[in-house]
């Protein structure tokens, strides 16, 4: 896990969203976006020295609904030991699906990415 907790988040996740941008696009308060990352419905961290705490813009889908499968995904990599910075690096980088995590969640091929997840917990 150490990898994962010192990966560039700038370098793996392109759009980022701060509390107020989530909150507009999840149709939201700033305040229940912080309850939903609390409750591992979404993650965030702060992808680099000096900026707020944001979530990565992939998290929400075109519909301003967070993406299927995304917050059972984030409650088995705390389970299993990581934070949010972990599971944000761990969802944005290749792993051995045909492209990254994150992608498979959002074309709704999420069962081989949650298998996966709960195997890295053992």
Not at 25 to 54: I, N
């Amino acid at each position: 896990m150490t990898s994962l907790a010192n990966a560039d988040l700038t370098r793996l996740v392109d759009d980022w969203l701060d509390w107020a941008q989530a909150a507009d696009r999840l149709g939201v308060s700033p305040a229940k976006v912080r309850t939903m990352v609390k409750a591992h419905e979404l993650a965030a961290a702060v992808p680099s020295p000096g900026a707020g705490p944001q979530v990565p813009a992939a998290f929400v889908d075109e519909d301003g609904i967070v993406v299927k499968g995304l917050p059972g995904l984030l409650t088995v990599l705390h389970d299993a030991g990581y934070d949010d910075r972990e599971c944000i690096a761990w969802l944005f980088l290749d792993a051995d699906l045909p492209g990254r995590p994150i992608d498979a969640l959002r074309e709704n091929r999420g069962s081989e990415v949650k298998r996966r997840a709960q195997a890295m917990g053992f």
